[in-house]
Nanobody
Framework: VQLQASGGGVVQAGDSLRLSCATS????????IAWFRQAPGKEREFLAH????????FYGDSVKGRATISGNAAENTVYLQMNNLKTEDTATYYC????????????????WGQGTQVTVSS
């Protein structure tokens, strides 16, 4: 299972950003794909998840209302649109994949992309 996250960068508070997670066709259609982030000195935090085959999404409290997870089956890519970014959103963002039931703890996900850095300046 291969995942490649991209789309990070330096933005200002209040801006929007779309992160991408490129996968293979089988991964995209079969696995639960989630976004996490990790700020320095903090534990990896669940943000959102999608199971394309079921049309199912779920969001963590920290981004609920500010983020939208979606997928593009033609490109086997999962997106995380983040709006109204805050300085506390500064972190390395990762996409991850697992089979089976929905879980929000990072230790439940065996497959990870390399991470993309998002820096939000005030």
């Amino acid at each position: 299972v291969q995942l490649q996250a991209s789309g990070g960068g330096v933005v200002q508070a209040g801006d929007s950003l779309r992160l991408s997670c490129a996968t293979s066709g089988r991964t995209f259609s079969t696995y639960r794909i989630a976004w996490f982030r990790q700020a320095p000195g903090k534990e990896r935090e669940f943000l959102a998840h999608i199971l394309w085959s079921a049309g199912s999404t779920f969001y963590g409290d920290s981004v609920k209302g500010r983020a939208t997870i979606s997928g593009n089956a033609a490109e086997n890519t999962v997106y995380l649109q983040m709006n109204n970014l805050k300085t506390e959103d500064t972190a390395t963002y990762y996409c991850a994949a697992k089979l089976g039931a929905l879980r929000t703890h990072y230790k439940e996900y065996p497959y990870w992309g390399q991470g993309t850095q998002v820096t939000v300046s005030s």
